[in-house]
């Protein structure tokens, strides 16, 4: 018996456009004009003989049954997807990343080049934020952030949870200082938590006597004030690897803590796709130490 099917264009502007909810965005990602994604979306709602999106003031919206739809249509379309990467020599694609700035700009794209010769067929687009991208309507397909209390799911893979260092230049700090000493230096503090009262915790010491500055910086401005020599950073061995095996920073003590992990999260439905499961397998497998070492 033949399967009575809608246009199968008509579905993919339709799964794209709820995707994103957005004509727009949808007509960018299939290569098509706004008013043919509109036309194939209306001319599905007539087949079906249900209106699928509702009309804002600025876009469009799904309606109840528009969302019902489009959690039908979606893992169809993963599924052929899958299926078809298969059958192909080589994987192709893209895959969309969106990471914490620091440890994209210090851990990640320094090992990319070995993505790029391994997967030379796969498009890696990297975005940095430290707002957590709404991966459910898949602005982006994957994305690289620390949580305190581990993701909000158990869909998060874990890639690092290396604890808390005192790092700085060694024009700042030329020789190991105690505890109490280190204290003294300008102390770069986290803009969202101030991290070196617990590190003084851990150490025993009294931070409440020692005079700093209340200004904060987003943590890649206090990366490079660390490397100018004005401060003492509290970060991880992950993201300072490199400055450090090249000498522009030094670990100012052995004492420690850890305050929370970096997790890979994903979309509904991502990991379907060959190329994102690649790459979080070539993640995976490039954290590792960072994984057997931090415990």
């Given at each position: 018996m033949a399967r009575s099917l809608p246009s199968l264009n008509a579905l993919r502007a339709f799964e794209a456009a709820g995707r994103h909810e957005s004509f727009s965005r949808a007509a960018n990602e299939l290569g098509v004009s706004h008013s043919a994604i509109s036309r194939h979306v209306r001319g599905l709602e007539d087949r079906i003989g249900a209106q699928l999106f509702r009309d804002l003031p600025r876009g469009v919206a799904l309606t109840q049954a528009g969302a019902r739809y489009l959690a039908a249509l979606s893992p169809a379309f993963d599924r052929i997807a899958e299926a078809s990467e298969v059958f192909a020599q080589r994987p192709a694609g893209q895959v969309t990343?969106?990471?914490?700035?620091?440890?994209?700009?210090?851990?990640?794209?320094?090992?990319?080049?070995?993505?790029?010769?391994?997967?030379?067929?796969?498009?890696?687009?990297?975005?940095?934020?430290?707002?957590?991208?709404?991966?459910?309507?898949?602005?982006?397909?994957?994305?690289?952030?620390?949580?305190?209390?581990?993701?909000?799911?158990?869909?998060?893979?874990?890639i690092s949870n290396a604890p808390l260092y005192p790092f700085a230049a060694p024009s700042l700090v030329p020789?190991?200082?105690?505890?109490?000493?280190?204290?003294?230096?300008?102390?770069?503090?986290?803009?969202?938590?101030?991290?070196?009262?617990?590190?003084?915790?851990?150490?025993?010491?009294?931070?409440?006597?020692?005079?700093?500055?209340?200004?904060?910086?987003?943590?890649?401005?206090?990366?490079?004030?660390?490397?100018?020599?004005?401060?003492?950073?509290?970060?991880?061995?992950?993201?300072?690897?490199?400055d450090v095996n090249a000498g522009r920073l030094v670990q100012c003590s052995d004492i420690g803590?850890?305050?929370?992990?970096?997790?890979?999260?994903?979309?509904?439905?991502?990991?379907?796709?060959?190329?994102?499961?690649?790459?979080?397998?070539?993640?995976?497998?490039?954290?590792?130490?960072?994984?057997?070492?931090s415990g």
């Open positions: 990343v969106d990471a914490e700035p620091l440890f994209a700009a210090n851990w990640l794209i320094p090992r990319l080049n070995d993505f790029y010769q391994k997967y030379p067929d796969i498009e890696l687009r990297l975005e940095a934020s430290t707002m957590l991208a709404d991966i459910a309507r898949y602005e982006v397909d994957v994305a690289i952030r620390f949580y305190h209390a581990g993701p909000p799911s158990d869909d998060g893979l874990l020789d190991p200082l105690s505890p109490a000493d280190l204290l003294k230096l300008p102390l770069l503090r986290d803009r969202y938590e101030d991290t070196w009262a617990k590190w003084a915790a851990v150490c025993g010491c009294d931070l409440s006597h020692v005079a700093q500055s209340d200004w904060r910086l987003r943590s890649v401005l206090s990366y490079a004030a660390a490397l100018a020599g004005q401060g003492v950073l509290l970060t991880s061995a992950d993201v300072t690897e490199g803590f850890r305050m929370g992990s970096y997790h890979l999260v994903a979309g509904e439905g991502v990991m379907r796709r060959g190329p994102a499961r690649l790459f979080r397998d070539w993640l995976l497998d490039q954290s590792a130490l960072l994984r057997s070492t």
